[in-house]
């Protein structure tokens, strides 16, 4: 069956296996997803990444961090769509739970946090909100 929104599938996954504890996750690679996995080690919401050299199609193994018997990632919320995409300027880039939490956006250099988008002075498409 084919999947019409990687990235939503992607964080279903991953909150998926967040509520039934498991320690990792597999979710078919993109260079978009490899970025996303990429931020979310360095935000260290993730313990790491790695990817698999399966035959049909590469997989990402993303390892889940628990601190305390609880996850790292309480929350994760896919914002712009296929159906409606959702644009900001600098001005506009969103603070996910007063700072708490990250904006993951789509710039013209890539994909980065909100933070490091508003310290390049750029905007773009809001992708998903994690805390």
């Known amino acids: 069956m084919a999947v019409t929104d990687s990235i ?18 597999l979710v078919p690679a993109s260079r978009t997803k490899l970025s996303i996995a990429k931020i979310l080690k360095e935000e260290s919401f993730i313990k790491g990444y790695e990817v698999t050299k ?9 390892q889940l961090k628990y601190v305390d018997n609880q996850p ?10 296929p159906g ?7 001005r506009e880039i969103p603070r996910v739970y007063g700072g708490l939490g990250i904006a ?25 909100y994690i805390w």
Do not use: F
């Open 8 to 25: 939503a599938d992607m964080l279903t996954r991953i909150r998926n296996a967040i509520m039934v504890r498991h320690s990792d996750v």
């Open 54 to 62: 399966d035959k049909p199609q590469p997989m990402i193994k993303i």
């Open 72 to 81: 790292a990632v309480s929350g994760l919320e896919r914002v712009s769509k």
């Open 84 to 90: 409606l995409r959702i644009y900001v300027g600098r």
């Open 104 to 128: 993951i956006l789509s710039t013209s250099n890539g994909i980065m946090t909100g933070q490091g988008a508003w310290r390049r002075h750029l905007g773009g498409e809001v992708l998903c």
